[in-house]
């Protein structure tokens, strides 16, 4: 199954869910055994060049990206559904929402990438491609609440679902996205969260794409960084569901 990598719940309410640049869709790993599985059916995606699709050559923009995530819909046989997305893959559902909006009944963003781009200075850019050997400097200033284990995990499963060529064109790919002229294509429900320790993503660099979206609203999670999921699971998790139980 296309970037299928795992389906769970028995749920009449169909959620996409979308990893983000580091790590594959184990990403989810600690909120997995959290979901309502009788209210919700959760499938998850690995972007072509991760964890299950890694034999497929790596999207080369956030648009084929968001093919990618259809196609993964389309082979579930789900006309409709909601998308959670996280980081690159946040940016990707809310994309997925402005190009198929018929079939997209709300989104989850969880500490999305910018949907006009990430500009990045040469130098900073040139870092984040070569950190892919020791991606540990990249990550930890941005979830400062992870533990030394998880860290070390993230590392680990990093270099176990991708190789340096993934990295390289995944990270071209989110800091390069530029669809904030598209967002009113949207018109449905978008719950934009974001931690409050996460130096990347902040209310403000969350300007844009709050603005551009018809029905967006913005959500702060105290006491996490850019990956909430791992950080403050429980929380996160009660956020998301009720954001989509509720849309």
């Excluded at 082979?75 to 990707?92: C, I, K, N, Q, Y």
């Excluded at 009944?105 to 984040?128: M, N, Q, W």
């Excluded at 200033?141 to 340096?164: F, G, K, T, Y």
């Excluded at 913005?218 to 850019?226: P, Q």
Aim: charged share 15%; aromatic share 8%; with cysteine.
């Amino acid at each position: 199954m296309v970037g299928i990598a795992s389906v769970e719940g028995t749920g009449q309410r169909h959620v996409l869910v979308l990893h983000g640049w580091a790590l594959d869709s184990a990403v989810w790993y600690a909120t997995r055994s959290l979901t309502d599985l009788e209210q919700f059916t959760y499938a998850y995606l690995d972007f072509p060049g991760y964890g299950e699709d890694r034999l497929s050559s790596p999207a080369t923009n956030l648009d084929m990206m968001a093919q990618a995530a259809l196609a993964g819909a389309d082979e579930l046989g789900w006309s409709r559904f909601a998308v959670l997305g996280h980081s690159m893959g946040g940016a990707t559902a809310i994309r997925v929402g402005t190009v198929a909006p018929e079939r997209v009944e709300s989104i989850v963003a969880l500490t999305p990438v910018a949907c006009e781009g990430t500009p990045l200075a040469a130098e900073a850019y040139a870092g984040f491609e070569a950190g892919f050997p020791a991606p540990r400097p990249i990550l930890q200033p941005l979830a400062p609440h992870l533990s030394e284990r998880q860290l070390a995990n993230i590392v680990a499963r990093c270099h176990q679902s991708m190789d340096h060529n993934v990295w390289s064109a995944y990270l071209k790919n989110w800091t390069g996205a530029s669809f904030a002229d598209a967002l009113s294509a949207y018109p449905g429900p978008v719950h934009l969260l974001y931690g409050a320790e996460d130096a990347l993503v902040t209310a403000e660099y969350l300007g844009t794409t709050a603005a551009g979206l018809p029905d967006a609203e913005l959500v702060r999670i105290d006491e996490a960084g850019h990956y909430p999921m791992l950080e403050q699971s429980v929380r996160t998790v009660r956020l998301w569901e009720s954001a989509l139980l509720n849309a």
